[in-house]
């Protein structure tokens, strides 16, 4: 069965402290995955997609790394305004309009 | 660039009632939009796949006769919840993928309709 799981569930910060969230996923066959960042009441904002083992993003304090069992997001020297939940989801190579959603990490980071 | 948007953003309705939401691309032409919704700390379950011009496919679980969705353009899908119950009450969010062949696995999301059934 198709899985992802994100964690931690939720993660508190010191403004500067940095650290990694971590997405790990067993699918039959990964066509690419995908982080997004969600804040409250609001739909999720599109991040990065990496599509092969060994593939890295960035775009300011985030990069996001992928391997063949798991991604991770990491969130260096966070600030204040990266406070929000981070999703990741898997789009699966053999059913093209299906992408199953991690439950997220809810990210606080404190000034 | 890619741009979606939904409306109402917030909609108060009684048991009983019909509501509809709207989802639009504002930049781009969709191949297909997509309808999710959020229960509150969890994560987004999709309800529904529709392609313009064609009939929505719906994820198990997901009654095809209470929420209604008409893909009338390639920038407009629409949802209606009908009969609606207070169990009915979420947060609906809609996706979009760009009909450009260099985006086309990637979805870009609207900011959400919030309904509460009374």
């Known amino acids: 069965e198709d899985q992802v799981t994100q964690s931690p569930e939720a993660l508190r910060l010191q403004e500067g402290e940095s650290s990694s969230l971590n997405c790990s996923y067993t699918?039959?066959?990964?066509?690419?995955l995908f982080w997004y960042r969600q804040d409250p009441g609001k739909g999720p904002e599109f991040l990065f997609t990496?599509?092969?083992a060994g593939e890295e993003k960035e775009k300011e304090r985030l990069k996001a790394t992928l391997t063949k069992k798991e991604s991770f997001l990491h969130i260096t020297a966070p600030k204040p305004e990266d406070s929000a939940t981070y999703l990741c989801?898997?789009?699966?190579?053999?059913?093209?309009?299906?992408?199953?959603f991690g439950s997220g990490t809810k990210l606080n980071v404190k000034p | 660039g890619a741009v979606v948007s939904q409306h109402p953003s917030r909609v108060i309705c009684k048991s009983g009632t019909s509501v509809k939401i709207e989802c639009r691309s504002l930049?781009?032409?969709?191949?297909?939009m997509f309808w999710y919704r959020q229960f509150p700390k969890q994560s987004l379950m999709l309800m529904a796949t529709?392609?313009?011009?064609?009939?929505?496919?719906?994820e198990q679980g997901v009654e095809k006769d209470k929420f209604l969705i008409n893909h009338a353009s390639l920038t407009l899908s629409t949802l209606t919840v009908t009969s609606a119950h207070p169990e009915d009450s979420s947060f609906y969010i809609c996706?979009?993928?760009?009909?450009?062949?260099?985006?086309?696995?990637?979805?870009?999301f609207g900011p959400g309709t919030r309904l509460t059934v009374t």
């Open positions: 990496l599509y092969s």
């Open positions: 699918v039959s066959g990964l066509r690419g």
């Open positions: 989801a898997v789009h699966l190579l053999y059913n093209f309009n299906k992408f199953y």
């Open positions: 930049d781009f032409q969709a191949t297909t």
């Open positions: 996706s979009a993928r760009p009909r450009s062949a260099g985006r086309s696995y990637e979805q870009y």
């Open positions: 529709s392609n313009e011009g064609s009939k929505a496919t719906y």
